[in-house]
């Protein structure tokens, strides 16, 4: 979507190995947010950022980090990745209570 | 908690159908409410939305309205279209806290 990428939007990637997934807006919104998406069960919130070095954890935290440096820059961080993990991310940003803008999705896959 | 329960698909229509897609909500207060859409390979894109009892939101010939009475937005379309194929969320956000509460989301499926 416009003003909001991420990257990589593919990626591959052993088990036990940390991955990194970026995502980057052009909006100046305030509020930036990681889900996941699997079948049967929707969009899950991973992590979410309220402002530059303030984070909180959403319901499916667990074997993951974010940061969040400035305030374009949003990044997950999969420390030791897990098949478990395999998924499609999508990262989201949002101003007052306007609703979500998402990116495009990075298509994870743990091997 | 605070959550959405939309009805299970795959929704599988001819052109020209009829679309009701049911969303109800649970919530301890006056969320606003959201449909986004999903179409292959893509991000979910806001597709209408309302913020109070009573609204209807509408956008491309879809339209939801907000009933508190039955705690529900289901979404409709007159008369769908293959390229209205797609997976639809329904999606409940508060006024504080800024975290939306999305559906399973039900995949639909226009047949020419």
């Known amino acids: 979507d416009a003003g909001i990428t991420q990257s990589p939007r593919h990626k591959v990637t052993e088990t036990g190995t940390p991955v990194t997934l970026r995502c980057h807006q052009t909006?100046?919104?305030?509020?930036m947010y990681w889900y996941r998406q699997d079948p049967g069960h929707g969009l899950r919130l991973i992590h979410y950022?309220?402002?530059?070095?303030?984070?909180d954890k959403g319901e499916v935290s667990d074997g993951y980090s974010v940061s969040r440096s400035k305030t374009e820059d949003f990044l997950l961080t999969l420390e030791s990745a897990t098949s478990s993990q395999t998924s499609v991310y999508f990262c989201?940003?949002?101003?007052?209570?306007?609703?979500?803008?998402f990116g495009s999705g990075t298509r994870l896959t743990v091997v | 908690g605070d959550s959405v329960t939309q009805m299970e698909g795959p929704v599988t229509l001819s052109e020209e159908a009829f679309l009701t897609i049911n969303c109800t909500y649970t919530?301890?207060?006056?969320?606003?409410l959201f449909w986004y859409v999903q179409y292959p390979g893509e991000g979910l894109q806001l597709l209408l939305k309302?913020?109070?009892?009573?609204d209807k939101g509408s956008n491309k010939g879809f339209e939801a309205t907000y009933r508190k009475e039955t705690t529900s937005f289901h979404l409709e379309k007159g008369s769908v279209q293959v390229s209205d194929s797609a997976v639809y969320f329904c999606?409940?956000?508060?006024?504080?806290?800024?975290?939306?509460?999305f559906g399973t989301g039900t995949s639909l499926t226009v047949i020419p």
């Open positions: 989201a940003i949002s101003e007052a209570n306007y609703g979500y803008t």
């Open positions: 909006e100046n919104h305030r509020y």
């Open positions: 950022s309220y402002g530059v070095k303030d984070t």
């Open positions: 919530a301890t207060g006056y969320p606003s």
């Open positions: 309302a913020t109070k009892a009573d």
């Open positions: 999606a409940l956000l508060f006024t504080t806290g800024n975290q939306f509460y």
